[in-house]
C-alpha cells in the first residue's frame, strides 16, 4: 500500500531534549516536506527537499533541521526542542515531475503531535 | 517570496446551504490542488486545476482555476455534515517547485 508514515505519533518531551520524527514514504517521490500545524495559523512548511542531498528552507524553518541521505526518508530534527515547538507535524511527499500537467499530488502522512515541557 | 492567501478563515452554514472559499496568489502559478482535511485527520488530494480557466466538478465540488492563473474557488453546493473540514489550497510557481499552502478554511455545517 502506497504510503507515508511517520513515528512517533505522539511525543511528550522536555525542552532542551534532542528528538527525531522520522518519515518514510514507498512511492519512490523525489519532493519530501515537513509542516506545523496550529490552530489559526494552516499549514506553515519547515523543510522542503527536491532530492536526495538536496534540501530547503521553507517557511518557518528555526529550531529545525533536516537530511535527506535516502530517497524514501526525511526526518526531522529539534536539536533543542522549546515549547514554541508544540505542534501537529506533518510530512508529506509527492512526485515532480516538471510538468504543469501531471499530477503532483502530494500525499501526507498521519501527523506526530508533539508537546515540548 | 509567493505567496498564497485564502479567505475566509472560517465559514459556518446549515445543511443545505452553499458554500465557497477563495484562493489568491502573489504570483502566477502553474497548477493549483485542493486538499481537503477532516477533523483530527490529515489533508487529502481532491483536485489538481492546470489550465487557464479552467473548471472540474466532482459531485457537488465545482473548482474553478482563474484566467490568469492567479486565483481559484472551491464551491460546495448544497452542503451535507460530511463536508466538514478545512479545506486548503496549495500552489506551484513553477511545474516541479515547491508546494505553497493556503492558511485554509474550516467549514462547519449545522444539522
Known amino acids: 500500500e502506497a504510503q507515508v508514515t511517520q513515528n512517533p505519533r505522539y511525543l511528550i518531551t522536555v525542552t532542551g531534549k534532542k528528538l527525531t520524527v522520522t518519515c518514510s514514504q514507498n512511492m519512490n517521490h523525489e519532493y519530501m516536506s515537513w509542516y506545523r500545524q496550529d490552530p489559526g495559523l494552516g499549514l506553515r512548511q519547515i523543510y522542503y527537499?527536491?532530492?536526495?542531498?538536496?534540501?530547503d528552507k521553507g517557511d518557518v524553518p528555526e529550531g529545525y533541521k533536516v537530511s535527506r541521505k535516502e530517497k524514501r526518508n526525511f526526518p526531522l530534527i529539534l536539536e533543542s526542542p522549546s515549547p514554541n515547538q508544540t505542534s501537529l507535524y506533518f510530512c508529506?511527499?509527492?512526485?515532480?515531475?516538471?510538468?504543469?500537467?501531471?499530477?503532483?499530488?502530494?500525499?501526507f502522512g498521519p501527523g506526530t503531535r508533539l508537546l515540548v515541557l | 517570496g509567493q505567496q498564497v492567501m485564502q479567505i475566509p478563515q472560517y465559514q459556518h452554514v446549515q445543511e443545505g446551504e452553499d458554500f465557497t472559499t477563495y484562493c489568491n496568489s502573489s504570483t502566477t502559478l502553474s497548477n493549483i490542488q485542493w486538499y481537503k482535511q477532516r477533523p483530527g485527520g490529515h489533508p487529502v488530494f481532491l483536485i489538481q486545476l492546470v489550465k487557464s480557466g479552467e473548471v472540474k466538478k466532482q459531485k457537488r465540488l465545482t473548482f474553478q482555476f482563474g484566467e490568469a492563473k492567479k486565483n481559484s474557488s472551491l464551491h460546495i453546493t448544497a452542503t451535507q455534515t460530511t463536508d466538514v473540514g478545512t479545506y486548503f489550497c496549495?500552489?506551484?510557481?513553477?511545474?516541479?517547485?515547491?508546494?505553497?499552502f493556503g492558511e485554509g478554511t474550516q467549514l462547519t455545517v449545522n444539522p
Open positions: 508529506a511527499s509527492s512526485p515532480l515531475s516538471g510538468k504543469a500537467y501531471r499530477k503532483e499530488t502530494q500525499y
Open positions: 496549495a500552489g506551484r510557481k513553477t511545474s516541479g517547485s515547491r508546494l505553497t
Open positions: 527537499s527536491m532530492n536526495v542531498e538536496v534540501t
